[in-house]
């Protein structure tokens, strides 16, 4: 790959005058090995080696941004070395900057062309970069149709109940996966001790009986320590975690797809060689329990047994994502540009695949919303014809003889939509340099208008899941209400 980008000489020092402070704790020589622990031997052979550890440091932090050459996945090696810096100085303030200045050589990549912004498949670093991957598409497609298929036959039950559990699943950061691993490592270690005390059993007595009763701790310890992680950094950075909502909606409907293990705990196999737990096996990588389905009768039995309470929770909640992802579509409005600032969020804003989704969204809402102000008539006609088929709960999101209130949230979203993609495109016309900024009052301007994006967005999802919710509890109706007028009524009577 030549041409590959690389951060700017003032960003470069930035990033290591960073590192060599003291309260990030990274000149420790200790910490290379670990910022340096997803890299090959053969590429760690080639950076050089200094008797100082602070200028270790910065040479180390130099030369991965002079090389062009990506390892693995493709991701960029100061990508890479950065994302490990992040998880290793988190919770301090200087974490977040880490992992700007990775979010930024990211955004430079996909300008430069250095990566292709879709793929058929994905692999665990491009979902979580939120590239799109066909596979994950035509899985949401399916798993959506087979949702309002049974919402049909059946209710709409599992599709509320899935909508309203998203957001706690939702709320992830690197943050949160940090401290749930912290919470889990006290468990692996006495559950690793217990095994050290059954290797004098025979083999046929630790399979069958003891791998069965550690199984079903480690998969309690993994969702209350998943639980633990989350509740605390939203405690802790509520409004951080917050944003994190629709950027890992996306990656969810539109960048993972079956070809990414299932992870027990979230984030485990992008974090896998910075995580620092003495019994890593106990956390049985889903491609490594999948794998063990093709072996023989021994593998196959420990398979199921670790199959079905750690990875069979994660497939199902993966698909249950997919399944009610119509619900939460207009988070596709913001799902890449809340965590970033300046030329990166206005390369999103014209490049990225979920910018390009929330343009084609905006064309459909503005022609449905607009068909409704033009053309009422005809949508009376449509309203009449829906009433004599069984198309409940589609007439219910569409409102075919009315225009609601969070119908026309979305519309003013979908002309924001292109609104912001014109400036975007324009700034960037006109200062093609990598290097050119936006000024700071054009920046918040921007962030203003994000920050409307978004309230509009969780306004539309709410409406919609209290109107999926109503087909099966017969909630009072919104109408063209800003609320349910009957709700308080409604809740005092049940």
């Known amino acids: 790959m030549t041409g590959a980008p690389r951060l700017q000489v003032d960003e470069l020092e930035r990033v290591a005058t960073l590192a060599v402070a003291v309260d990030a704790g990274l000149a420790d020589p200790s910490k290379r090995a670990l910022l340096l622990g997803a890299f090959s031997e053969d590429f760690k052979a080639r950076l050089a080696v200094y008797a100082v550890p602070r200028a270790q440091l910065v040479a180390d932090i130099a030369m991965l941004n002079s090389i062009e050459a990506a390892e693995g996945d493709g991701e960029l090696p100061l990508v890479r070395w950065l994302r490990a810096a992040a998880w290793h100085t988190e919770p301090r303030p200087v974490a977040r900057e880490f992992r700007e200045a990775a979010e930024r050589l990211r955004t430079l990549a996909a300008e430069g062309g250095a990566r292709r912004r879709w793929q058929w498949r994905c692999t665990v670093e491009s979902a979580h970069d939120g ?82 009763l550690l199984v079903i701790p480690l998969a309690l310890a993994t969702i209350l320590a998943r639980l633990a992680g989350t509740v605390w950094t939203l405690l802790a950075s509520p409004l951080l975690t917050i944003q994190e909502l629709p950027r890992n909606w996306w990656r969810n409907i539109a960048s993972r797809d079956s070809g990414h293990p299932p992870e027990p705990m979230p984030g485990y196999q992008r974090n896998r060689t910075a995580i620092d737990v003495g019994e890593e096996v106990l956390l049985a990588p889903g491609e490594e329990v999948l794998n063990a389905l093709g072996g023989n009768a021994e593998d196959k039995y420990l398979a199921i047994v670790f199959l079905i309470p750690l990875i069979l929770p994660s497939i ?129 301007g921007l962030s203003a208008v994000m920050v409307l994006r978004g309230c509009l967005s969780v306004y539309a999802i709410v409406v919609s899941i209290y109107l999926v919710a109503g087909l099966e509890w017969s909630l009072p109706p919104i109408g063209e209400s800003l609320l349910p007028p009957g709700l308080g009524d409604w809740l005092w009577r049940s």
């Open 131 to 212: 590239v799109v991957s066909v596979l994950a598409v035509v899985e949401t497609a399916l798993a959506s149709a087979l949702f309002y298929w049974i919402a049909v036959r059946f209710g709409t039950w599992h599709l509320t109940a899935a909508a309203v559990i998203a957001p706690f699943l939702l709320l992830q950061t690197e943050r949160s996966v940090k401290a749930g691993f912290k919470a889990l490592e006290t468990t692996l270690d006495l559950l690793g001790r217990v095994i050290n005390k059954t290797e004098d059993l025979p083999e046929a007595v630790a399979i069958v009986v003891v791998a069965p």
């Open 316 to 444: 199902v909640y993966r698909w249950s994502l997919k399944g009610s992802a119509l619900l939460y579509l207009p988070f596709v409005w913001i799902a890449r540009t809340t965590h970033i600032r300046g030329r990166a969020r206005l390369l999103t804003l014209v490049h990225a695949g979920a910018s390009k989704a929330a343009r084609l969204l905006a064309v459909f809402t503005l022609l449905l919303v607009g068909s409704k102000l033009l053309l009422g008539g005809l949508w009376i006609e449509i309203a009449a014809w829906f009433e004599s088929r069984p198309l409940e709960l589609l007439e219910t999101l569409l409102a075919p003889a009315e225009i609601p209130l969070w119908q026309l949230a979305s519309f003013t979203n979908a002309i924001l939509a292109w609104l912001v993609y014109f400036v975007a495109s324009g700034f960037l016309a006109r200062h093609p340099q990598q290097t050119a900024e936006p000024s700071r009052a054009f920046d918040d």
